[in-house]
């Protein structure tokens, strides 16, 4: 059995690699293949440590730099594909669904 640390240490190797590639094309298995753990035992201690799972933890990065973008100034469309997302209506879901408002709202709300 690993001691504890060894295994956050995992963990927070494994948010770093989201944290520079949640723009892409990333998955859970590959993360936890790349840190060395099976994919329940890196779910639950990342959330452990985290409070979220890695998917929703990526979501609102996509999310936080999404806003950032549509404020200021990229298109929904080009926003869209630079973050992540597969499609506009996809987007548009997740998005309004974290912030409230659609990203054409929302782009608008920032540009007054």
Do not use: W
Request: charged share 25%.
């Amino acid at each position: 059995m690993y001691p504890k640390y060894y295994l956050y240490k995992r963990i927070k190797d494994a948010k770093i690699l989201i944290d520079r590639q949640f723009s892409g094309d990333i998955d859970l298995a590959g993360i936890s293949r790349q840190v060395h753990l099976s994919k329940y035992h890196f779910l639950r201690l990342f959330k452990e440590a985290y409070g979220t799972s890695p998917h929703q933890y990526m979501i609102q990065k996509r999310v936080d730099l999404a806003k950032e973008k549509l404020a200021n100034g990229y298109s929904v469309s080009e926003t869209c594909s630079s973050v992540g997302f597969e499609s506009i209506p996809s987007f548009s879901s997740m998005f309004k669904r974290h912030v409230g408002v659609t990203p054409s709202d929302y782009k608008n709300s920032q540009s007054k």
